[in-house]
């Protein structure tokens, strides 16, 4: 076979393997070309004729995948689909750069694609060698192949989907953006955090059972604003239950690219009218922090680096050698802020830049994700400057980047006409960042099946932009669109694909969703069984909405209600009993239910599980303490209906507020 410019393909370890499970290991690359990939083959036995193929947000090793366990364990998952397992290193990391001016194609599928036709000849020998695989040791057998990845790998698995030809038969992006994603999904998030930084609470509690249901109490016009506009723009409204560690995500990463691109914004922001900080009445101007300040102590992870007084050597390696993660100021800064930019004014590390992750009082934290360099050899007594205009700038870059019509979240721009209200930038900077990531800016002209799956609590791919791309798909399928293409939304998950979640009494992982869309796709594609049908949903002033019954919503998430004493609310003294009743149901087609578990509100976590595919359980629970107590069931179907195993079984959750006197 005809590799191209990646050149003759070769191996440099080929040996049997027993972790994760067992499996004969296949690592290398392509002579000319700094590609490298792994394969992972399980017994003939349980070898069905496929592989599945991970696909990253950005280039990383071709390793991820060994250490991984439990339902991120994609070796074993594959495996128990009867499929081997291919992952590749993207080409390399002068790929996955930005700003670099390698070709961004070959990142975006050109070296997924090269490993995966390598992967088929490797497979015919490895199964010919192996023994009696049947018709995998035909020489003229091709396994078929399913590519799928999530969030920036969402981006090149549709790249790959829309670009290449023959090599895989299917695909599975999840928690996809849409062109117009970066860096506008974050730049609005991340005003809203700031303007509503002390209302989140009360937010939050609104949106809970019982709660008053009007998120917008109280609020000031400007954090009522804020509010709605990152609502519109298609934050999932309920998931403001994180904003203590949402963070920045990436926008520290993304914003110096705008920079880059545009750097007469963050001029203009300051000093044209309608832009946000020329506008003298706006709090941003109260957040603005520009101070020249002198360094105390420098501090890496290990300890200190250098303190008034003389350097502490407690710790391995000269104070110039050590890496800086964080600053202590002479005196604390006038305010607290999140992001910031310090330039070094004086002393050995004079002119060096850095980004902050955030300044309270005399500490300064330095932001070390994806930085090129390392801050080193500053000393006490060296000036730093301090500035979060550039970052505060870019929390309003959205306004000021309005899309075609077709992005209808941002028709709180535009006046009656259809036009920009606020002043626009001479570049849209979405699809660039799109282009870079996938190789092309989505078409929705793809090859082969694919299932969707997108995240109905995403705070970094919005739930809308699936819905967008499924826009895309069927412009171009028109009415045999339900032949190639699904879209499953999943309740209550958020964007990344862990299968411990932060906060497991709000939030469920879709794992379990993502393998059975794959397994559902292999179905389809192989023996035509077509899967279940795409969720049901409107799209509301960019929040999407979904049917209360697994019916009427469809997907293959179960669907879960629970009430206390008849309602979402109640009340009761210590040691009375509360009637807790939890209903379940899983759409047609989707497996069964083989679970019911329950948290009480306490410590513990989830302590009593209920087996079997019971619709409908209730349960009889008092409470020893008085407090308020937000009960939690979680109902789990699996798709073949086998409870013991982690792989393709799908969560869902309810709760209930129970205030003890």
């Known amino acids: 076979m005809d590799h191209g410019d990646f050149g003759r393909p070769y191996t440099d370890i080929d040996e049997w393997r027993t972790e994760p499970v067992p499996h004969r290991y296949i690592h290398g690359g392509f002579d000319n070309h700094a590609t490298r990939f792994s394969f992972y083959f ?28 439990g ?3 994609r070796i074993s998952f594959a495996a128990a689909s009867g499929a081997y397992f291919v992952e590749t290193n993207g080409g390399g990391e002068q790929y996955g750069e930005p700003g670099s001016d390698a070709d961004p194609t070959i990142a975006a599928y050109r070296a997924n694609a090269a490993a995966a036709a390598y992967s088929r000849e490797v497979a015919r020998r490895v199964y010919d060698k192996d023994g009696d695989a049947g018709h995998a040791g035909d020489p003229g057998h091709r396994p078929y192949g399913y590519a799928y990845g999530g969030s920036g790998g969402g981006f090149r698995t549709i790249g790959a989907a829309e670009n290449t030809e023959g090599v895989w038969d299917g695909f599975v992006p999840y928690v996809i953006g849409s062109p117009m994603a970066i860096p506008n999904v974050f730049s609005v998030r991340m005003h809203a955090q700031r303007v509503l930084r002390d209302r989140l609470d009360g937010i939050v509690d609104a949106l809970e059972p019982g709660g008053s249901g009007d998120p917008y109490a109280d609020l000031t016009q400007e954090e ?32 110096p690219h705008v920079q880059q691109v545009d750097p007469g914004y963050f ?4 000093t044209v009218p309608g832009y946000l900080g020329a506008d003298p009445d706006s709090s941003v101007h109260r957040d603005r922090l520009r101070l020249r300040a002198e360094v105390a102590e420098a501090l890496d992870a290990g300890g200190t680096v250098s303190a008034r007084g003389g350097v502490d050597n407690s710790f391995a390696g000269a104070p110039d050698q050590r890496a800086i993660t964080a600053v202590r100021l002479t005196a604390p800064a006038p305010i607290d802020c999140e992001g910031a930019e310090l330039a070094v004014a004086t002393g050995a590390a004079a002119g060096e830049r850095f980004s902050v992750k955030h300044v309270r009082g005399d500490l300064v934290t330095l932001d070390i994700q994806d930085r090129g360099h390392s801050l080193r050899g500053l000393l006490p007594g060296d000036g730093i400057d ?14 000021h980047q309005v899309p075609s019509a077709d992005f209808t979240v941002w028709d709180q721009f535009r006046d009656a ?66 032949d190639r293409f699904r879209l499953w939304y999943v309740e209550a998950a958020l964007h990344g694909d862990e299968e411990r979640q932060e906060h497991p009494t709000r939030t469920v992982s879709y794992l379990g969703a993502l393998h059975h869309a794959l397994r559902d796709l292999a179905a389809w594609v192989e023996k035509d069984e077509a899967p279940p049908a795409s969720t049901r949903y409107t799209v509301e002033d960019g929040q999407i909405r979904v049917p209360a019954t697994a019916g009427e919503r469809g997907g293959v998430q179960p669907v879960v209600r629970l009430t206390a004493d008849g309602g979402a609310y109640a009340e009761t003294a210590v040691g009375q009993e509360v009637l807790l009743r939890a209903e379940a149901e899983v759409p047609r087609g989707a497996g069964q239910l083989v679970a019911l578990q329950w948290d009480f509100g306490g410590e513990e976590g989830f302590l009593v599980t209920q087996t079997g595919g019971q619709a409908v359980a209730e349960r009889i629970h008092a409470f020893g303490a008085p407090g308020t107590y937000l009960v939690t069931v979680r109902a789990r179907a699996q798709r073949e209906g086998d409870a013991s195993t982690p792989f393709a079984r799908t969560d869902n959750l309810a709760r209930v507020r129970v205030v003890v006197h």
């Open 71 to 73: 339902q991120e364990d």
């Open 224 to 255: 009522a604003d804020a509010l709605r506009e990152v609502t519109r723009m298609g934050f999932p409204l309920a998931s403001w239950y994180g904003h203590r560690t949402m963070g920045t995500q990436a926008f520290a990463v993304l914003y």
């Open 386 to 399: 301090l500035d979060n205009s550039g970052f505060l700038a870019a929390q309003t870059y959205h306004r």
């Open 267 to 270: 001029t203009d922001f300051w």
């Open 42 to 69: 399980p017994p003939a036995g349980q070898y069905e004729g496929r592989f599945f193929q991970h696909i990253t947000p950005v280039p990383e090793s071709e390793h991820l995948a060994q250490t991984a366990r």
């Open 417 to 482: 006409h259809g036009d920009p209200i606020p002043p626009q930038r001479p570049v849209i900077m979405g699809p660039l960042f799109a282009q870079a990531a996938a190789g092309t800016v989505q078409s929705g002209r793809i090859g082969g099946k694919m299932i969707v799956v997108a995240c109905l609590g995403d705070r970094e791919a919005f739930p809308w932009q699936a819905d967008w791309y499924r826009g895309k798909v069927r412009a171009h399928l028109g009415d045999t669109e339900t």
